[in-house]
Each structure stands twice: as C-alpha cells, then as structure tokens.
C-alpha cells in the first residue's frame, strides 16, 4: 500500500484511536500504547468549577514523541462554535491537528455537511490540519478536499454502535475518487471491521468506542493493531481475483474416473 | 463584580486577573485554557490580563474524546 503521509508527517500504523469513555487514564494509555497507534484525539470540554479537585490531565498521559494529539471539536452545533474550539485547542496545548465535527442531531450524532464545509474553509486558512467528520458523501468528500483539508473522514456506522462498514457503496466511491488520505471513523466495532475498512482500500481507520468499551482495552487495542496490520499486509500482497464460478484447488483428472 | 464563568453567573474580587481569577477558583493553570470575551487568553498571559465587571469566561481542559 502507498505510505500514510498526512500533512507531511509519515505513520506506521493505519489505526488512530481516540481517549474518551476508558475506565481510567492508566487503563487509556495502555490501550493506547497495545495499539500502537501515533494519531489520538482528544477533546475540550469546560472546566467543572464545582469538583472540589481536579483530575490528573489526560495530556500528561500521552507521550508527544510518540503520537499526534489532535483536539477534535466535538460539542460543537455549528460552524462557529467548531472554529472557537479548534483556535482553544490550539492555544491550550499548540495543537494545529483538528478533528472536525459537528454533530447537533443527538439519537446518531450525524454530521452536518453544510456547517463542516464552512467551518473547514476557515480552518484551513487560518492554517489548521484539518480531519472533517463525514458522512459517506462523495460528493462533499471532494468539496472538502478543494477547500484544503488534510483527510476525509467518513463514518462506517453512527458513533460508537460498534456495526461495522454500513455505508459501504458510497465509501467505494469516496476511496476511489478522493486524492487526500481516507480515514474510516465511527462505527466499527471489531477488528474485522478495521481489517474490512482497509481491504477496501481506505488510508487508516478510527476507533474509539471499540477499545474502550471492550471487557479488556489493552488486548482489544492489540487486536485492532494486527487486524489492521493483516489487512494492509494482504493487500500488499495482492489479493487473487473474485470470480462467480468455481476454480478448483486441487487437480480434478487424472485419477480414479481418468481413462 | 460580576462574571459569567462557564455559563455560571459569579461573584469575583476587585481587581481580578485571569491569574487570580483560577488561583481563587483552584484551578491550576497549566491545565486549562481561557477564553475572555471570545478571545483566546495566551497562558504567558493571564497575569497581565485584567478581568473586568461582566466579564464572559470559558475555563477549558482536555477530556478524553473520539
């Protein structure tokens, strides 16, 4: 497979995770570091003013050496709500990484393409990366692509229902057509999912729910990594044709009913 | 004096800085970001950054997220 290279910065490994809904910190970088992930993204949220103490921060969890943290905007109704979070995300930790989304529909948490696009175009001049949050829509796939964004994102499934590639026709579509690294983000649950998202061809995938929900992150995190792994190996290896009719393994004369 | 402070109306001392302002409320200040009127606080700044009568503050922090 072609190298991953997003916004000049070369990844080893396809799979991006993300921080939110572990049991504890400890028990995120362990998950984490099992699957060897150099993408995590985090988020930004108030300060709780009535906790009495503050919790250790996340950032202090994650080794900068080792991965991109990418602050992502969720929260976010629109446009302009995106762009103050990003420019905080910036400011808090020097993060010119952003996952973008805009998700105001609260039963599946689905993209809003119109105020994506806006928010991306002025993100993109004001020197941001930008990862838009997508729904599988080729079509605005390519119109972020023009404004300048780094990545497209498109969701395999709404966020964290852990189901797998159900958007798969027009993901085909957006894998074929589009000249920026394809991230499959949201909805996959297993590491067949992952492996799935990379046989198609995507770039990478996001996971976020399917590690931190599973019984045992750190091994799920490992499991992800070698599916995704597999996946990328196999394609290397240039898989045979698909074919309707069947093509036999072993030799069919030559033996009991041959002449 | 008066501020709204992550959507919460508060009572703050004369005189306030946006340094003052977190030592008073325990929050240290490596760990959040400031937004004052809309505008983005630089941290090398909070001591020099008064806080006026009806000020609009967003205290933020990193939170684990996907």
């Known amino acids: ?8 910065r070369e990844f080893k490994s396809r799979l991006f995770v993300g921080t939110g809904k572990y049991g504890s910190n400890a028990e995120m970088a362990a998950s984490i570091r099992a699957s060897g992930s150099e993408l995590v993204t985090v988020a930004l949220r108030r300060v709780d003013l009535s906790a009495s103490a503050q919790e250790d921060p996340i950032i202090s969890h994650l080794d900068p050496n080792r991965v991109v943290i990418v602050p992502n905007t969720s929260g976010a109704r629109n446009a302009e709500e995106a762009v103050r979070i990003a420019r905080l995300g910036r400011a808090a930790g020097g993060f010119d ?46 119109r972020l692509e023009e404004v300048g964004t780094a990545t497209v994102m498109p969701l ?22 589009a000249r920026v690294p394809v991230v499959v983000d949201a909805g996959l649950g297993l590491p067949s999912h992952a492996a799935d998202a990379i046989e198609m061809g995507a770039d990478a995938v996001l996971v976020n729910t399917a590690l931190a929900s599973a019984g ?9 990594a070698m599916a995704v792994e597999a996946a990328e190996l196999g394609m290397e290896a240039d898989p045979g044709s698909q074919s309707r009719l069947a093509n036999a393994s072993s030799p069919l004369t030559g033996f009991l009913a041959g002449k | 004096m008066n501020a709204t402070i992550n959507g919460e109306d508060r009572q703050i001392c004369e005189a306030s800085t946006v340094e003052s302002l977190l030592r008073d409320l325990s929050i240290k200040p490596g760990n959040v970001v400031v937004e004052l009127d809309g505008i983005v606080v630089p941290r090398g700044q909070f001591a020099g950054t008064a806080v006026g009568d009806g000020a609009r503050l967003e205290i933020v922090e990193f939170v684990g997220g996907g």
Do not use: C, S
């Open chain 1, 1 to 8: 497979m072609k190298k991953l290279i997003i916004a000049g």
């Open chain 1, 97 to 142: 990484w952003v996952k973008l989304e805009i998700h105001p529909d609260p039963n599946y948490l689905l993209p809003d393409p119109i105020e994506t696009l806006k928010a991306a175009e002025i993100l993109v001049k004001e020197g941001f990366i930008v990862m838009p949050y997508i729904n599988a829509d080729p079509v605005l796939a390519h």
């Open chain 1, 156 to 177: 395999g499934a709404p966020i964290g229902t852990n189901r797998g590639i159900r958007t798969r026709e027009m993901l085909e579509i957006i894998i074929e057509q």
């Open chain 1, 216 to 224: 045992d992150p750190v091994k799920m995190g490992k499991a992800f």
